[in-house]
């Protein structure tokens, strides 16, 4: 198991958010955590991205538990993110929001920055062909110089989830890739997700509302409703699940 | 790729060339008055781009330019004022017996105002990173205050309010000009590289940034050391070119003018830095005017120090409410030259 | 140690920390709303005492009437900083938003100086405000007494404005998100502006408490008390009305009793807010009472 969540508890003030909730994903898994809005999913989220702390259990990954690490240790040990509503850096071009990716990987000091020792050229030059590479693979590599905020949104999708593997994870997680998506973009991103964790040697944990999507792309699933997990297993058998039918039909009922 | 590379670098080496002819000239053939004016514009361009570093790359709205400045103005003057003035101007009180020993040359004071001036914001940059950006624009507000405080109430190392005086006039074009040089290029290379992506990454999103790995405290913490390193020097350099320095002259209207600067050339462009820096003192010499008495349409107003500054500061609000982006917005003058050559692709 | 002097010195300091908390509420309820740190905040309460002074020395309204004027003014100057520089700037980054709100601090310090000339004025002072009393021992002005009654006062109406109207459930909503508030039908620029407005009167007094016990008015006076105003908000805890209180009267105590027990640290009177600022950012970010708006919403 690359990913363990261990009897994590999450609360705010007096609201449970999560509560006693454990999975484990396997290496090279697609997993899917579904779940109607408010059921914790994004909370899940943060607790292993380290933004939050949880309450109560840990999460291990690769058999090292997580607990105190900052988040932006917790991406260096190999977990990465993208965002449900597109985060690139609005300012820089595509190519620089994939580099930054690279920014703990480029192997030298601040003064050699300074004074353009040839390790700092050795490097940048190493980081940025890496960073093409990446590019490369999802068709965005002619983009390289455009401002990112300029490209479409289905475009902007893809060089996230290029900016994320620049930091060369393990672990990829996906906050509902397909939001805001069109049928045949989301088409194209289950199949660019599917070829990169097999390119790239990924495990992928995603957030997805999209069932239809969830279906298709995930090994597994686990449905959470309220903090609690009410179903875990194969995709199809989830929407026969009558306790998960419930759950979103109380959803559907509530909007 | 490797051609526009080299054609940028061809034209760094052209325009650092031509920056030292024009010192080189301009120290030898122009009046007194210019060049005391291009010498302020020289040490505006110093305080001004490594402001920018903080403020303008990085996004932490910082109002600390005039408690570093005023650090590395004092520590160099310290350091070179002779034992002899020591002598006849502690007034106050007697100095301190280490104050009359201090004595270094003209670089390594102004090596060491830097230094102080760095080791002071990594102090301070413990406390006020740990929470939002804003927070620094006070923090440092009050610290330029209590900078001045300080030198008030510790005449045996100040003075007091009396200031430094017969600091001697090391202060030329060649310096002023060339540590001005050095500053752009080292700003530059520290923006163009994994450090200044980084700052940029802060500025844009710092949740973001985080979560592609980048440790965010030490990428503000950089930017702020570094900016006040170059403004411990240029009030170093400001020391010994005024010869003289007293508390008053480091009030937060030194902090508003560079802000005022980097604003107008547009927040996060060095470039734009530069040009605000000779606009803004140039315009400040040229508005002179407006302080003064004005004949107007026969009728002689009276004389209204000030008036510049409420010109200043309406300009300032003027650029935020109309033209947010400034003149250079966030670009640098080689990416003119860059989108140009895309354009012919 | 005498205990006339001590509980002398505690009336003044009580007097002293209620001005400084009746500006602090100004800067946190803007802060709640907007998360701007309205650097001319301190500059309005510096029109507050230039109004009352006009109002006395110029129009020669009574001391009451001229106090009224400089809320008023006060008021309807803060409204219209909000209407005219800071709105069309709602969705502009936060950077853009702190630097016009010190274009328009340095604006207002500057006019002044230059139409009204940097010299103190001095206050008319009231005479009646001016009479000391003898209260169990303790000599001071009825200023001295008044300014924490008043501010008490103050604070209350405040609280029941927050707490008990319409109004003051938008603002309290609007601290925490602004699409609630824009749900619930209400305009939330309208509501901005009202903050503004509330803000600003309460600095006006300010102002006027501090015109009072000077007794004078100058260009630069809200500078420094700004700023120590700011730094009570933060100490206290930004966001909170109660916590800019708390921390206008615990920087105001600070100080006095420092000068007062402690004569060879008066120099570094006006450090004390800094220092408290930054050992409180040290070890409890969000202040004494304060609410966490740090944390990131993903």
Redesign the interface.
């Known amino acids: 198991m690359i990913l363990k969540i261990d009897n994590v508890t999450k609360n705010f003030g007096g609201v449970t958010a999560i509560k006693e909730t454990s999975f484990s994903v396997a290496p090279k898994e697609i997993f899917g955590l579904i779940g109607p809005n408010g059921a914790g999913k994004t909370t899940m989220f943060n607790i292993i991205?380290g933004?939050y702390e949880p309450s109560s259990g840990q999460v291990i990954f690769r058999g090292e538990p997580m607990d105190g690490l900052?988040?932006?240790q917790i991406?260096?040990k190999g977990i990465?993110?993208t965002?449900q509503n597109i985060?690139?850096?609005?300012?820089?071009s595509v190519l620089?929001n994939v580099?930054?990716?690279?920014?703990?990987q480029?192997r030298?000091g601040?003064l050699e920055?300074?004074?353009?020792f040839p390790r700092?050229i050795k490097e940048?030059k190493r980081?940025k062909v890496r960073s093409m590479e990446i590019l490369d693979y999802f068709g965005m590599a002619s983009f390289a110089?455009e401002k990112a905020v300029d490209l479409s949104y289905g475009q902007q999708r893809k060089v996230e989830i290029a900016?994320?593997l620049?930091?060369n994870p393990e672990l990829l997680l996906l906050d509902e890739p397909a939001a805001g998506m069109n049928p045949s973009e989301t088409e194209e991103l289950g199949v660019i997700i599917k070829k990169a964790r097999n390119d790239f040697d990924l495990t992928v944990l995603l957030i997805e509302h999209d069932m239809k999507f969830v279906n298709q792309m995930c090994d597994k699933v686990l449905v959470l409703d309220y903090g609690k997990t009410i179903f875990e297993g194969k995709p199809h058998e989830a929407i026969q699940d009558p306790e998960v039918i419930a759950a979103y039909l109380g959803d559907f009922h509530n909007d | 790729m490797g051609i526009t590379v080299s054609k940028n670098q061809w034209m760094n080496v052209a325009m650092v060339a031509f920056a030292m002819c024009f010192i080189v000239f301009s120290s030898n053939y122009f009046d007194e008055y210019s060049v005391r004016i291009l010498n302020n514009i020289a040490i505006f361009i110093i305080l001004a781009v490594s402001y920018n570093l903080i403020?303008g790359v990085t996004?932490q709205?910082s109002?600390e330019p005039n408690g570093f400045v005023a650090i590395g103005a004092y520590v160099t003057a310290l350091l070179l004022v002779s034992p002899e003035a020591k002598q006849y101007q502690y007034a106050i009180v007697d100095p301190y017996p280490f104050v009359m020993t201090l004595h270094a040359n003209f670089v390594v004071a102004l090596l060491l105002s830097g230094i102080f001036a760095a080791l002071l914001a990594l102090a301070?940059a413990?406390?006020?990173f740990?929470?939002?950006?804003?927070?620094l624009?006070?923090?440092t507000?009050?610290?330029g205050?209590?900078i001045k405080?300080?030198a008030?109430?510790n005449p045996e190392i100040t003075n007091g309010s009396l200031g430094l005086n017969d600091i001697p006039e090391f202060s030329n074009l060649y310096w002023t000009g060339g540590i001005a040089i050095i500053a752009v290029i080292?700003i530059l290379?520290?923006v163009n590289?994994?450090?200044g992506?980084?700052m940029?990454?802060v500025?844009?999103?710092?949740?973001?940034?985080?979560?592609?790995?980048?440790?965010?405290f030490k990428a503000k913490t950089?930017a702020f050391c570094t900016s006040a390193f170059f403004e411990g020097v240029g009030g170093g350099l400001l020391a010994a070119l005024l010869t003289s320095i007293s508390p008053d002259l480091f009030d937060?209207f030194f902090t508003?003018q560079l802000?005022i600067i980097i604003?107008l050339g547009g927040?996060?462009s060095t470039t734009g830095a530069i040009i605000g820096t000779v606009l803004v003192i140039g315009g400040s010499e040229w508005m002179r005017f407006l302080d003064e008495p004005m004949h107007l349409f026969g009728y002689t107003t009276t004389a209204?120090?000030?008036?510049r500054?409420?010109v200043?500061?309406?300009i300032?609000?003027f650029i935020?409410?109309f033209a947010?982006e400034g003149i250079m917005g966030?670009r640098e003058l080689k990416d003119f030259f860059?989108s140009r050559k895309?354009g012919e692709k | 140690m005498d205990v006339t002097i001590f509980m002398q010195q505690m009336v003044n300091g009580f007097s002293l920390g209620s001005m400084y908390a009746l500006i602090a509420i100004g800067y946190t309820m803007v802060y709640g709303v907007l998360?701007?740190?309205n650097?001319a905040h301190g500059d309005i309460m510096m029109v507050g005492g230039f109004l009352g002074y006009f109002g006395i020395a110029i129009l020669e309204l009574p001391f009451g009437a001229a106090v009224i004027l400089a809320i008023v003014g006060s008021a309807l100057l803060g409204m219209a900083s909000d209407r005219i520089?800071y709105r069309?700037?709602r969705s502009?980054?936060?950077?853009?938003l702190?630097?016009?709100a010190?274009?328009?601090s340095?604006?207002l310090e500057?006019?002044f100086?230059?139409f009204f000339g940097?010299v103190p004025r001095a206050f008319p002072v009231p005479a009646y405000l001016e009479v000391v009393v003898d209260f169990m021992g303790l000599t001071m002005p009825v200023s001295a007494i008044l300014v924490p009654i008043i501010t008490a006062c103050l604070l209350a109406m405040i609280l029941w404005v927050l707490y008990k109207t319409k109004y003051g459930m938008a603002i309290r909503a609007l601290a925490f998100d602004v699409g609630t508030v824009n749900l619930m039908g209400i305009d939330a620029n309208r509501i901005i502006t009202l903050v503004f407005g509330m803000g600003s009167a309460l600095a006006a007094v300010g102002g006027i408490f501090w015109a009072v016990n000077y007794p004078s008015v100058e260009p630069m006076m809200g500078?420094?008390v700004g700023?120590k105003a700011?730094?009570a908000a933060?100490v206290g805890g930004i966001g909170s009305v109660g916590g800019a209180v708390l921390g206008g009267l615990i920087i105001g105590f600070t100080e006095v009793v420092v000068i007062a027990f402690l004569p060879e640290l008066g120099?570094?009177k006006?450090?004390f807010?800094?220092?408290f600022?930054?050992?409180i950012?040290?070890f409890k970010?969000t202040g004494i009472l304060g609410i966490d708006?740090?944390k990131?919403r993903?």
């Open positions: 991205t933004n900052k988040p932006h991406v260096r990465a993110r965002f985060r690139l850096f609005s300012s820089m620089d580099l930054i990716g690279f920014d703990f480029a030298y601040f920055s300074i004074v353009r700092f940048e980081i110089h900016r994320a620049a930091t | 403020n996004g709205f109002l301070l413990a406390p006020v740990r929470v939002r950006g804003d927070y624009a006070i923090v507000l009050g610290f205050f209590i405080i300080l008030i109430n080292v290379n520290i590289s994994k450090f992506r980084a940029k990454a500025r844009d999103d710092e949740d973001a940034a985080t979560a592609m790995g980048v440790n965010t950089l937060f508003f802000l604003v927040l996060g209204m120090p000030g008036m500054m409420v200043f500061s309406l300032l609000i935020m409410l947010r966030k860059t895309k | 998360r701007l740190i650097f520089a069309p700037l502009a980054p936060k950077i853009s702190l630097i016009t010190i274009g328009v340095f604006f500057n006019a100086n230059v940097g500078v420094l700023l700011f730094a933060v120099g570094y006006d450090a807010a800094f220092i600022l930054i050992l950012l040290l970010p708006f740090e990131s993903f």
